[in-house]
């Protein structure tokens, strides 16, 4: 069993760890891809992964601190709530208008000088500039991400889903993310790769809201008294995700659908008074957009696209259907359903590949890797319109001019005589928004052939499958969408030419294609349902859309987990799934705890706190009053970093006797919690001998009242606990009252299948005879 | 203090009490409106209310029976789960499509031959027909509601709400409270009232959800031993959730909005796996319904409304804008804010006004409302057109005929001579769904005069606050969208013509007018988004409608409370507020337990459990172990309901040592929850006086693991808790263990507001200073 410690790092997201403690083994990460295994051995043991905490703190200070607050402190939060949640909204818009405008034109340019090279026959020049342009924008976008921000890599919704689900890996929301995120994405797209800057701009959004949530930078001397108030997980949570749902919302122009994606996918932990902010969001968005594209119109962008609030209008698209349109848009949403299941279990492959064969070679494979995937994209870009012959252009009166030139257009002259258009050409030599609205053009029959029509499908297919996993931020949306929408589009005129259904038009099948492969691929049904129709602006497609999300939700679920799922394991995350696995029932909450336990008592020596921080990773440590009471009493928990703060603070004293002093130095604000990777570690904290063999009093620190369990609970129902409320300890408490009074705490890390089945190896052989889905089914059962 | 014993009956509810507990103090009546006060006196002492319990009990025999449970059990709950999410699609499609044909053409049959006798001048007779065919329909509903099923008057989205949050108050879907709303609703909705029919369509999609979900009928023969699978709280939870979305998507024609209405307004718990099984449910509903008009088109419904699958179709009303425009559309969302939460306090005024006048006098009075609402509704009807002159038609080519004769149609021929029309008669001469169509329609310019549009807001409003209280079933969605969309098309006239604003049509101000009211009154947001979309089928409005709903709901939320939220006030529902109140912080859960224990031993004498059920009303007991270990231990839990099972099958032993034999006679199925109102009483039980000196033995049903607290947890945290999992039951553990193993028990009536001022009365004074909307905010604060 060999190690790969870099992998992790190789693949897309970094982190930041000791190399001595291997985080994925070889044979987790060949069963990655089955679905079975957790690859995280994250949590206590070495990782800085850690793990978010949403409980409310009940220690003397903290009440302290909640009794004295004012209700101009109350309001100052509301409104400061209020104007972060517009700030999000604000900037996340401009980000995305400024991705949009600055994708345009450099993809715009480059392309309408290679058509006046192909135009002017200097065909070689073409090639060159096509290949050199592409080449050296994924270039400095790959740069950017191995060098500066590693974490930028990928599309950046697994890593959302991740923190929203209570994971705090290092670098994930940081500002260098976000540079990276939006320069790298600015070069992916531009260079003409098969990504798109979707998921992007949800990484982008949230890590704006993560750097606004952060309650101001104490290093940069910007921090204000009242922003304290923000200082804890929960608040950075919701802002988090507002600022998920604020970038769908400025990828797509869709304002409801970004709620329901940051609803249905990306958030685990949801609030009615959230789905009130996010809406608030997400309108602000709505509003930037619209202003923005005003004041682009006039001509202040330079190039810029069409669409205007809805990107691909499907509107004039006829779609009255009887059952044999039915029974074609089943047969679509179910092949759908298996090419987008395919899409999943085979890109899942690639990117461990790449992680074997590339990533860990160093920076330079990775930049390598990068290179080919762009050289290959500009040889399909200009080598497949050779492939389709010239065709004489419709003599349809159409809204669409024919042949066209420049970058935009249905009917590409390419290479072609006047007259005459390259249908190939449409859809690859033009950048991938334009093809996806070329695809769903309505009202053109017949401008396609088959031949086209499956070479591209074949192309991009590969080409999606081969892109996502190279270290650039690569957003999977649109090329799911542009697969999903040719092979819709192929369906389409199989059926409207070979069995003449005449009832939906080539676009509406398109529409259709597109809605399985994301149904397929990323098992979403609401939210694709609305983000769809806002893309499109066709209701009346609303029934249609549904059936097919259905069919392919259902087949895709039956092969695989969703893509983003599949990338977060991959990845590593210890995520929380919504319900315990059903083997989780035949353990209790005993046989899950570690000993032996590592405790406090209420007044202890510095030297023994320091040792005991310096010898265990452990964030939270229970305190046990021992010498008065009859019996041992459990006083509550204090948190590791809460000790490090008041050790800092070096609030010592000479007796064992506390009195009634206490924590004289320090206010409650001081012990909010930073920011993820800003925190004290021990090695911060100098003591002195003298000051070793001196006191501290943990009594203001101590979380009285932390959520527990019998020890005769099932590990099932902890989890049920541990996950709705989201914490990140669960004190385990003896039913019987001999003994300690308390046994354990549960961790996140306690539930993670693989540490539960290393020390429980006699569980496996059960877990194998449950089949998958209805492994799901049973434990639904049981919620 | 006088006591109104028969109030609650009187409001809507009726809920079949003891009647010498009074379940609504007059004071606490008074306060209803301002916000303050739970009216609940439900919970443990007497009321039949009971609180719904979606924990996963681990006793013994519980665990058994999931081991024992084969993967063929658990197929056949995946699929008879998707076919209930099924079934429930299609049945209440189904009664959608029967209700609406039923209203159509009962409502349309009177119209014509009214319009056809003031054709003939004859007057007189015209004005009898109206009124007497209004008043036989609404008597009809009246009697139904007031003599089989009391449960039925009002719309049913607060008892369904109330359902969902975990109440469980008998005969809110009972089967005759299904058919009595199905009745009820034709008769009133037919009869010309302000109601609508889409709350009564929530509550009958969660009747028939519940029905389905009582698995089987023994009292029938019908029920099987698999469909015990689904007897428990969880799963008739989720699918009475479907049944509330099936309700919406029935109801408007809108299966996203269906699904979001249920997350947002109906649902308190949420799984991301019901998502996508109500979204299936939705799915159903659209292509029933599409079915269901496509067959009604061809002629074989009688008279069919238009509209097909969109309702409203809006498509075609310009909505290009600017700043002008956006002031007009802000005003128009501020004053709708003010003026929905106006209907909401007036509303509230009037039904409490009825309570004490009407529905307390006995069923006489309650009929002769609901027929003077009647009667005043027809003089309305047939007597505001006269008010209105007679207009030549525009010369305008219009898509619409002018003048009408018939039921349907903008420009209504009433009394007017040929080539004129009158105005008022188009909005109160027909159905309130033709008259919301004339509101909406686009490129009517100059249709309506601002006399003729003012007469008809004011009267609606006015009608709708009147109706929405008696007792008939009475949907609000139908009357809000009324009054707002006439609202809306005032304020488009005034900017359309005074300010002259071209860009957006009156059509299209009165859709933003309905989404200002239903914001203002109803207080949701992207649901009412996505519907108000889906009735209205343009997406370019999408915009502005977010606009305005933030900014009707905010001035809505600065005044009271959402309607629903109000009338569940007003009814009495205990129900569980999402966060915490503030002064709960304040109290630990040692302070709300009640003293002294009732408890068991794990053997216990049958006489002795037969004197505890009898003397009290708690419905689980804490079994402490107490001879054999050194210190008493706590045991586990034991819900009343299996008590009485067990008493009831004479599982009786002669000596108190259990040794291993437990529960011969009975199998875990026997303990599976019935539905409400089905179980066992201690009157059921018949226990001989040999009998009572025997022994039960407790251990199999012993729930060892509830979910604990300690007894230093403030009230708030403990709330989170118990809020967040759907508990019945909490345990309140002592710190120190010293005295009893278990302190108490905390359930849902120890949650609420009154009960706990009432025993700690020293916070109503910090309660007071703390305003509304600060309260809510800092409630937010502490999740």
Redesign the interface.
């Known amino acids: 069993m060999e190690a790969l410690p870099e992998l992790e790092e190789g693949l897309v997201a970094p982190l930041d760890r000791d190399p001595s403690q291997p985080l994925l083994q070889k044979d987790r990460l060949t069963n990655a891809t089955t679905g079975i295994s957790h690859m995280a051995i994250v949590g206590a043991d070495g990782s800085l992964i850690e793990s978010l905490d949403?409980e409310?703190l009940?220690s003397d200070l903290f009440?302290q601190d909640?009794r004295a607050?004012t209700?101009c402190e109350?309001?100052q939060?509301?409104i400061l709530k209020w104007t972060f949640a517009f700030l999000v909204g604000l900037f996340t818009g401009l980000v995305g208008i400024i991705i949009n405008v600055a994708v345009e034109n450099i993809a715009g340019a480059k392309l309408m000088y290679t058509a006046k090279l192909i135009y002017s026959n200097q065909l070689v020049l073409a090639f060159s500039l096509v290949t050199g342009c592409n080449v050296v924008l994924v270039l400095c976008s790959a740069l950017l991400c191995v060098y500066l921000g590693p974490a930028a890599a990928g599309s950046g919704i697994p890593e959302v889903k991740a923190y929203l689900n209570g994971v705090d890996a290092p670098e994930i929301l940081s500002p260098k993310t976000l540079f990276v995120k939006v320069l790298g994405s600015i070069g992916s797209v531009a260079g003409g790769l098969y990504v798109g800057k979707e998921g992007p701009l949800v990484h982008i959004g949230a890590c704006i809201a993560s750097l606004l949530g952060q309650g101001g930078s104490r290093k940069h001397h910007l921090t204000f008294s009242w922003l304290r108030?923000f200082k804890n997980d929960?608040d950075r949570r919701d802002l988090v995700t507002c600022g998920a749902a604020a970038g769908v919302a400025a990828a797509f122009r869709a304002?409801?659908g970004g709620?329901?994606f940051a609803?249905?996918e990306a958030a685990s932990w949801?609030?009615?008074?959230l789905?009130?902010r996010t809406?608030?969001t997400?309108?602000v968005v709505?509003?930037v957009l619209?202003l923005g594209s005003n004041w682009c119109r006039v001509g202040h962008c330079g190039l810029f696209g069409k669409g205007g609030?809805?990107m691909f209008d499907v509107?004039k698209g006829s779609s009255t259907y009887g059952f044999p349109e039915l029974f074609a848009v089943m047969i679509l949403g179910l092949s759908g359903g298996i090419l987008g299941s395919l899409f999943n279990a085979l890109n899942t492959r690639i990117c461990i590949f790449y992680a074997k064969n590339f990533n860990l070679k160093g920076p330079a494979a990775k930049i390598f890797l990068a290179c080919f995937v762009a050289v290959v994209t500009s040889v399909c870009c200009f080598g497949l319109p050779w492939l389709a012959p010239c065709r004489p252009c419709p003599q349809l009166t159409l809204p669409y001019e024919c042949p066209t030139y420049d970058r935009s257009g249905n009917f590409k002259s390419f290479h072609c005589p006047t007259g005459q258009y390259n249908d190939l050409a449409g859809l690859v030599f033009t950048t991938n928004d334009d093809a996806i609205r070329n695809l769903f053009s309505t009202g053109t029959q017949k401008e396609y052939h088959y031949t086209s029509i499956i070479i591209f499908f074949v192309a991009s297919y590969i080409m999606a499958l081969l892109t996502y996993g190279i270290a650039v931020p690569s957003g999977l949306f649109i090329p799911v969408i542009l697969c999903g929408a040719t092979y819709g589009r192929l369906i389409g005129m199989l059926s409207t030419t070979m069995y003449d259904l005449k009832g939906l038009d080539e676009g509406v099948y398109a529409v259709l294609g597109a809605a399985a492969f994301l149904g397929g691929s990323m098992r979403m049904?609401?939210s694709l349902?609305?983000i769809l129709?806002?893309l499109t602006?066709n209701?009346?497609m609303?029934?249609l859309i549904?059936?097919v999300?259905?069919a392919s939700?259902t087949v895709g679920d039956s092969f695989n987990m969703a893509i983003y799922n599949l990338h977060l394991k991959i990845k590593g995350f210890p995520i929380l799934e919504?319900?315990p696995e059903p083997f989780m029932?035949q353990l209790?909450a005993r046989d899950a705890v570690k000993s032996p336990l590592v405790k406090f008592s209420p007044v202890e020596r510095v030297g023994n706190v320091m040792h005991i921080l310096r010898t265990t990773k452990h964030s939270a440590f229970p305190v046990i009053e021992e010498p008065l009471?009859?019996?041992?009493?459990?006083?509550?928990l204090v948190l590791r970093s809460h000790l490090l703060i008041l050790l800092k603070k070096k609030d010592f004293y000479f007796t064992r006797s506390s009195s009634t002093m206490s924590c004289r130095k320090i206010s409650s604000g001081e012990f909010a919690k930073p920011g993820s990777g800003k925190g004290l570690t021990i090695e911060d904290i100098e003591v002195t001998p003298e000051e070793e063999d001196m006191y501290v009093i943990l009594h203001p620190i101590i979380n009285?009242?932390?959520?527990?369990?019998?020890d005769?609970?099932?590990l099932?129902?902890a989890y049920?606990?541990f996950r709705?409320?989201g914490l990140r300890h669960i004190c385990v408490?003896p039913?019987?009252?001999?003994g300690e009074?308390i046994l354990g705490i549960l961790t996140r890390h306690d539930f993670m299948h693989d540490h539960l089945l290393s020390i429980h190896p006699h569980l496996r052989s059960s877990l194998l005879k449950?089949?998958s889905?209805?492994r799901q089914?049973?434990s639904?059962?049981?919620?």
């Not at 009285?704 to 019998?710: I, N």
């Not at 039913?735 to 001999?738: G, I, S, T």
Request: glycine content about 2%; proline content about 7%; some cysteine.
């Open positions: 949403y409310v009940e009440k909640w607050r209700q109350v309001l939060y509301v108030l929960r304002p409801v709620v329901l609803l249905e949801w609030r009615s008074s789905l009130w809406f608030f997400t309108a709505a509003v619209r609030l809805i509107s049904t609401v349902c609305v129709l806002e602006n209701l009346s609303l029934p549904m059936l999300l259905l939700k919504a319900h029932h209790t009471s009859p019996k041992a009493t459990f006083a509550g009285a009242s932390p959520y527990t369990v019998l005769t609970m099932s099932a129902k049920t606990l709705q409320l408490m039913r019987k009252p001999e009074p449950d089949r889905f209805l089914a049973s639904d059962r049981h919620p």
